[in-house]
């Protein structure tokens, strides 16, 4: 069974930065993509950004220049540093991972959920 366990969200004021972590627990071979989505209320879930096994990244042109997605491979975990943060980031920020449980199996894990909230 693998879980993925986010922290780091909370109540920040416009401008101001919060850093999410997500780390990848039990019975993994190996992920690989990793990436972080968000949905505001009434909206869908919208891709934030993704790095790959690798440390490629892609953003959404909503946060490029203000939000830095990392990961650390040793310890599975994923990590979302955003700054400059603005109203209209106001979500639920949600983590997600392709883990392969063998060399032939592989699922798409998604973490419970963090809420953000950018407000004065």
């Known amino acids: 069974q693998v879980q993925l366990v986010e922290s780091g969200g909370g109540l920040v004021q416009p401008g101001g930065s919060l850093r999410l972590s997500c780390a990848a627990a039990?019975?993994?071979?190996?992920?690989?993509?990793m990436g972080w989505y968000r949905q505001a209320p009434g909206n869908e879930r919208d891709l934030v950004a993704t790095?790959?096994?690798?440390?490629?990244?892609n953003y959404a042109d909503s946060v490029k220049g203000r939000f830095t997605i990392s990961r650390d491979n040793a310890k599975n975990t994923v990590f979302l540093q955003m700054n400059s943060l603005k109203p209209e980031d106001t979500a639920v920020y949600s983590c997600?991972?392709?883990?392969?449980?063998?060399?032939?199996?592989?699922?798409?894990?998604w973490g419970q959920g963090t809420q953000v909230t950018v407000s004065a």
């Open positions: 790095i790959t096994s690798s440390k490629s990244t």
């Open positions: 997600n991972a392709h883990i392969r449980l063998s060399t032939w199996q592989r699922v798409d894990y």
């Open positions: 039990g019975s993994i071979f190996s992920i690989e993509d």
